[in-house]
């Protein structure tokens, strides 16, 4: 077990500092940062005078030496817009984009492995029709149109459903801010729960149904059936728990990648998340706000895999992470 | 009363444009405490009775017609719900992989138990109770700790004993075993007979056994049922059967089977279900391009291995003394000469196979030395001298169905050895191709298609062909005909010696079939954990092996010959 969790931090810090060079390669050809900060109001003199404050005159190389240097110590740098440390402003965003993929997921979970199961063991019936071909449209429409579509219908046209922001939050512990635990904000975070999942949700009937009818075919399903199960018992007992092997697998990492594209969604409904400061970020030139929040997010990723790889070992016997019992 | 009566079965599996019928009006009897083979080569239709007795017939197959009475119901016009108060509980099912037949993610306990409890009266705890008392009834030691573990922690052996528990767990009137013992070693299969036996012996359960293996059946089977192609083509004692077939496919299929007790130089009358094409140009290899390969030859020991040692890690760890290794091959020794047949027998997993991957430079050995033809093959830096002896060294794999590439036409699969070792001119390939496919009895028109459109034994007849193409002198089988059925095995060996002695090629024959070896081998030599126990003439082992394992191996074979040869006798006089 110590020397897996071992094995992931180092494969972690490798994963990021992959990701920091990346993130210095690029930050020449994103802007002039002083221009975000102090407009157009200044002289040339200032403005060179504050370049030389922020080190940007500094070679590349020195200013990556520099960045690493700090990181090191768990300092990822000051947001320039935000004036305070860019680790700070994105944990005052994250709880926003969790709670929304999180809802999210809910979604996904709680309607594709259903839906999954059904389309396997029924596939000719006309609901598992239907399900397969709006799951096709669903693949194929973009999340962004998805959103737009809602507000169309629910909010401008209908006018049931608030068609930005987070409504009201609940404070929890003096610092996550929750949209769980009130009306308005459950309300809120219906629309762009929905269109978050709408890319994954079709994605994944398609993988439950596709592992579904794998497992079916198998021999210990057909010797479950010979023992005189009855087909319930076969179907969520012994099918059910072999299908979730490798829908962890490839779910697990979809999820993670979900939480760290909430990009789109977060723009069109203007949630206050981490996607959406990033693209604020980057329309201002923000660049130790960028590098915190790409490293972050390969970081959440690492995360998430290891949470994966470990939730997989608990399923499947055949698979010893803790080492020992042979 | 018979237990298990079946009247004129018919079972469809109806498909695009034409329907097959897997099942032709088959009817037969089966009594209480009676073991009945139901033998025949794959495509016969002897599974598919088996599982439409207790209606698992994988879509869309279904019975037509017929009526299949259990007892006095009449079982076959039984809904869904009332077969499943059938199956487990008044008919247990045995399948042929143990490996597969056992669910991976959960504990032999609760798939036992669960049987248990949809079968008999029982509560959870005594269900439990009762699943120990199964396990410890198949011969399975310490039954408290094992039935917490997961399949995975058993052997192949034990976990078909896991499964003949859970079948014998709903307290069944009839067993129906598909292939039990398929998948297994020679030594566990013989445990695995006498168990099934010894039960169906002692419940008074009657036993329907499917397989294709004469061996088994002439061990087990009181009674025989021969089915062709959806026909049951004759039934009756296993002495009659075996001893004097009357239909000319029971003959043919047990002239097809390797003989244990005596070599014979072909197998006769083989042809009876796939011919090969007729009247196909044979090509005289004294004069083709085929028989011009190398010929010259350093020494009379083709091949030449030395203290041969290569393991494998079976679990990886950052420190040394928390490694595990499998030694594969310890310090084998071996010699080849020039022209003959030499055999690796063994069990799975005994590390003969390694030594064939070693030899084809599949595989690097940790230590030790393989010389071809005076070459040192391992380690060797001279990369043309190397290329130019693994040109010489062919391989064919045992399964014919993974080992051709799908998406290539066979005359570019066999074009390929030709055309990467250089050793044809360009425009002389086709004819070649051509004539080899000819030559091992496929017609050059089959160059055009793909691998999909053969079945297993002319899939294996292309892999010998792809090997054969690069001339070489020796050619390495590896279990070359255990996917394949008994006849078109008969074939494919035929096809091999014709080859070997048309070409002087010299082979390494691998295989767990103790007959095929002694009718394939000169020179025999058995393998057990990755160790040479006993070398020896092919002959001399059979009849005087020195080594103990050697003979215990021997006396497990399972064989039919003493059936037949005591039956010719005794019929003889008339």
Redesign the interface.
Same mark, same amino acid.
């Given at each position: 077990m110590l020397?897996f969790l071992l094995k992931r931090l180092l494969q972690a810090m490798l994963v990021m500092s992959i990701i920091s060079i990346a993130c210095f390669a690029i930050q020449d050809s994103l802007g002039d940062p002083t221009r975000e900060l102090a407009a157009n109001s200044i002289s040339s003199e200032e403005r060179e005078l504050l370049r030389e404050e922020l080190g940007l005159n500094d070679s590349t190389i020195i200013q990556f030496g520099r960045f690493i240097g700090r990181a090191v110590q768990g300092d990822l740098g000051n947001s320039y817009f935000f004036k305070e440390p860019a680790m700070t402003v994105i944990l005052k965003k994250l709880p926003a984009t969790l709670e929304l993929s999180f809802a999210a997921s809910i979604l996904i979970i709680v309607i594709s492995i259903p839906l999954g199961v059904f389309t396997a063991i029924r596939p000719r019936h006309w609901f598992s029709r239907l399900t397969m071909a709006i799951s096709v449209i669903g693949i194929s429409i973009p999340v962004f149109l998805t959103a737009i579509g809602l507000i169309f219908i629910f909010s401008v046209t209908l006018g049931w459903m608030p068609s930005f922001g987070r409504g009201e939050t609940v404070e929890m512990w003096g610092y996550w801010n929750s949209n769980f635990f009130s009306g308005d904000g459950l309300l809120h975070i219906i629309m762009p729960a929905v269109a978050l999942s709408s890319i994954m949700l079709p994605l994944f009937i398609r993988l439950v149904r596709a592992e579904m009818l794998e497992v079916l075919s198998?021999?210990?399903v !057909?010797?479950?059936?010979? !023992?005189? $199960?009855?087909s319930y !018992?076969v179907y969520m007992?012994?099918a059910l !728990?072999?299908t979730m $092997?490798p829908v962890i697998t490839v779910g697990g990492v979809q999820i993670g990648i979900m939480v760290a594209y909430t990009i789109l969604t977060e723009s069109v409904f203007q949630w206050p998340g981490m996607g959406f400061m990033f693209l604020e970020a980057v329309n201002r030139s923000d660049i130790p706000l960028i590098t915190a929040y790409i490293m972050f997010v390969g970081f959440l990723f690492v995360v998430v895999n290891t949470l994966v790889d470990l939730l997989y070992g608990v399923?499947?016997?055949?698979v010893d992470l803790v080492?020992g019992n042979? | 009363m018979p237990l298990l009566t079946i009247k004129s079965l018919c079972i469809e599996f109806p498909g695009r444009g034409k329907t097959e019928r897997a099942a032709n009006n088959v009817s037969f009897e089966l009594h209480a405490g009676e073991i009945l083979g139901l033998v025949g080569e794959s495509g016969a239709g002897k599974s598919t009775i088996g599982n439409g007795i207790?209606q698992?017939l994988s879509a869309p197959g279904r019975v037509t017609s017929g009526d299949i009475y259990l007892n006095d119901d009449l079982i076959s016009n039984f809904n869904a719900k009332q077969i499943?108060?059938?199956? @487990?509980?008044r008919i @247990?099912?045995i399948?042929?992989?143990p490996m597969?037949?056992?669910?991976?993610?959960?504990t032999i306990e609760n798939q036992m138990v669960?049987?248990i409890i949809?079968?008999l009266d029982m509560n959870q705890q005594q269900a439990s109770q009762y699943a120990i008392e199964l396990l410890a009834q198949v011969g399975i030691p310490d039954p408290e700790i094992r039935i917490k573990q997961?399949p995975?922690q058993f052997s192949g052996g034990m976990r078909q004993r896991v499964?003949i528990a859970?079948a014998l767990?709903?307290k069944p009137e009839l067993i129906i075993a598909d292939e039990p013992t398929t998948a297994l070693d020679v030594s566990v299969q013989d445990q695995i007979l006498t168990l099934i036996k010894g039960l169906c012996r002692e419940h008074n359960v009657g036993c329907l056994l499917v397989t294709h293996d004469m061996g088994v059946i002439a061990n087990v089977a009181d009674r025989v049922a021969v089915m062709y192609r959806g026909n049951l083509v004759e039934i009756g004692d296993t002495a009659q059967i075996l001893g004097s077939p009357n239909h000319d496919y029971t003959k043919s299929l047990i002239s097809a089977v390797p003989r244990s007790n005596i070599k014979t130089d072909r197998f006769p009358l083989v042809e009876y279900i796939e011919t090969t094409e007729k009247g196909l140009d044979s090509i005289d290899v004294t004069t083709h391009w085929l028989g011009q390969g190398v010929r010259h030859t350093h020494s009379d020991d083709l091949l030449v291995i030395k203290d041969l040692n290569l393991r494998f890690i079976t679990?990886d760890?950052?420190f040394e003394r928390?490694r595990?290794y499998l030694q594969a091959t310890s310090n084998v020794n071996l010699t080849v000469k020039q022209g003959e047949t030499y055999g690796l027998v063994g069990e799975s997993g005994s590390g003969k196979s390694t030594i064939a991957r070693m030899v084809a430079g599949l595989q690097k050995p940790d230590s030790g030395s393989i010389q071809f033809d005076g070459l040192e093959l391992v380690g060797n830096p001279d990369k043309v001298a190397i290329r130019n002896a693994r040109k010489q060294i062919q391989m064919v794999f045992q399964n014919p169905y993974s080992s051709l590439n799908g998406r290539m036409k066979i005359e570019n699969i066999i074009a390929e050895p030709i055309l990467f070792h250089k050793i044809a001119p360009q425009g002389d390939v086709s004819q070649i191709v051509g004539d080899l496919l000819d030559h091992v009895g496929l017609g050059r028109q089959s160059g055009k298609k793909y691998p999909h459109e053969f079945s297993g034994g002319q899939r294996q007849r292309i892999s010998i062909a792809r090997a054969l193409a690069s001339r070489p002198r020796l050619l390495i089988c590896d279990e070359p005909t255990s996917a394949l059925d008994v006849s078109v095995q008969a074939q494919i060996l035929n096809l091999l010696k014709d080859l070997q002695d048309e070409l002087g090629l010299t082979m390494l024959f691998i295989s767990h079939d103790l007959p095929v070896i002694r009718q394939m081998c000169d020179r025999v030599s058995i393998m057990r954990h990755g160790m040479i126990l006993e070398t020896a003439e092919s002959e001399q082992f059979f009849e005087h092996p020195e080594n103990a394992y050697s003979a215990e191996l021997l006396s497990l074979m399972p064989r039919f010959d003493n059936i037949y040869e005591s039956s010719r006798i005794t019929k003889a006089p008339n």
């Open positions: 020397q198998t021999e210990y !057909k010797f479950a059936r010979a !023992k005189g $199960l009855s !018992k007992k012994h !728990k072999n $092997l399923i499947n016997p055949m080492g042979q | 207790v698992l499943l108060k059938v199956r @487990g509980s @247990g099912f399948f042929q992989d597969t037949s056992l669910n991976p993610l959960f669960e049987t949809n079968c997961f995975h499964v859970i767990a709903g679990r760890a950052m928390n595990r």
